[in-house]
């Protein structure tokens, strides 16, 4: 793309791209002011947000390299993870949920994906779209769920309700991941663990002591599987390069949970 900012000023949403971002270079996607994703065109395996790496660890820890995934991704932002898993993944098979069209060709125009990524678009709540998913039978190796409105997670997207349909449509030994952002009190955060704990039978998740802690800002990102997840793999892919992260399970994840209940419709 151009070295100038681009803008995009729809009725349902309002983004901008800005170039020169990062340490590497790249564009970032702007919404509403808070930054959702960042890309850098000429290496797509670069993920400068944390929360980025977050998901390549798992999604890397669970999976032989170069394995092909089929991926739903709920959330498209810049397209990172599915331009990550294009190059990392080759023959994976991505379909893509936004509610906003204009955002995603907002970002196509100026980042093109490389048209060897197999990608289907759907435009709708992801709810609803997860809905005719499970009608369908639908099956994914991977389920991305990266919802935000700003910086928090509409409560639709969030509940048991949904993340038991989305662990309708999973393989046998599918993964789910979760981002969520660690607001002050952590308790956004904490809810959207406890739901997952509720529904699936081994979760982990992926932070900064600092965000753990409630003494910084952050993401918290969980994975959730009824199958066994590699954890060992998972932590040895987790990079430690830009400040200290841990993987939290069994009785470190309860500590963290405390005495979050669970999220319901």
Do not use: K, W
């Not at 995934?69 to 949920?97: F, M, N, Q």
């Not at 952590?186 to 959207?192: D, I, N, Q």
Request: aromatic fraction near 4%; charge should be negative; proline fraction near 6%.
């Amino acid at each position: 793309m151009d070295a100038q900012p681009l803008e995009l000023d729809s009725p349902d949403v309002r983004a901008e791209l800005l170039p020169g971002r990062g340490t590497n270079g790249g564009v970032s996607l702007v919404i509403d002011g808070v930054t959702q994703s960042h890309v850098n065109p000429a290496d797509p395996r670069d993920l400068q947000l944390e929360y980025t790496r977050f998901v390549a660890a798992i999604a890397d820890g669970c999976r032989e390299p170069d394995e092909p995934v089929r991926v739903l991704h709920l959330g498209a932002g810049a397209l990172t993870i599915a331009r990550y898993l294009g190059a990392t993944r080759p023959a994976s098979v991505h379909h893509v949920v936004e509610l906003h069209r204009a955002l995603v060709e907002f970002v196509l125009d100026a980042l093109p994906l490389d048209p060897g990524i197999d990608v289907t678009f759907e435009y709708d709540d992801a709810r609803a779209a997860v809905e005719r998913a499970v009608a369908h039978a639908a099956s994914f190796d991977l389920v991305i769920a990266d919802l935000f409105a700003g910086s928090s997670t509409p409560d639709h997207l969030s509940t048991a309700e949904f993340f038991d349909d989305l662990g309708r449509l999973l393989a046998p030994d599918g993964v789910l991941v979760v981002n969520t952002i660690a607001t002050v009190g952590l308790g956004t955060s904490r809810e959207v663990g406890a739901t997952l704990v509720d529904g699936f039978d081994e979760v982990v998740a992926v932070a900064s002591p600092t965000v753990i802690a409630d003494a910084g800002l952050g993401n918290v990102v969980f994975a959730a599987s009824n199958d066994e997840l590699p954890r060992r793999r998972i932590r040895r892919r987790i990079d430690q390069a830009h400040r200290r992260i841990e993987l939290l399970e069994g009785p470190q994840l309860a500590d963290y949970l405390g005495r979050a209940r669970a999220r319901h419709d």
